[in-house]
């Protein structure tokens, strides 16, 4: 089992920066690939950026590309969405996902464990 947990979300406004981090248990997590996803107010969760487990290699939704950045500490189990340039339409609950099979994709429905989010508000 694999537990995962969010931090770094708030408010900011328009412009702003924030870094979420997530936090993994478990011996394995270099293989795993590692997810962000937000869901906004009466929306579905989206897919946000991931980072594959084979490799690190990054795919981001069109809508984040060039703002946003992932990386990932594997000495520390760790995962960071560096969000940059903000905008009011970013605000959402964002979650962090880990897909055991380290496939990386853009489906929800990869990713077996997911963390509780953290909310990321963007003001104008």
């Known amino acids: 089992q694999v537990q995962l947990v969010e931090s770094g979300g708030g408010l900011v406004q328009a412009g702003g920066s924030l870094r979420l981090s997530c936090a993994a248990s478990?011996?394995?997590?270099?293989?795993?690939?590692m997810g962000w996803f937000r869901q906004a107010p009466g929306k579905e969760r989206e897919f946000v950026s991931t980072?594959?487990?084979?490799?690190?290699?990054?795919d981001y939704a069109d809508s984040v590309k060039g703002r946003f950045t992932i990386s990932r500490d594997n000495a520390k189990n760790t995962v960071y969405l560096q969000m940059n340039s903000l905008k009011p339409e970013d605000t959402a609950v964002y979650y962090c996902?880990?897909?055991?099979?380290?496939?990386?994709?853009?489906?929800?429905?990869?990713?077996?464990?997911w963390g509780q989010g953290t909310q990321v508000t963007v003001s104008s």
């Open positions: 980072t594959r487990g084979s490799d690190g290699s990054p």
């Open positions: 996902a880990a897909d055991r099979h380290g496939w990386g994709g853009r489906h929800r429905a990869l990713y077996e464990y």
């Open positions: 478990g011996r394995t997590f270099s293989t795993y690939a």
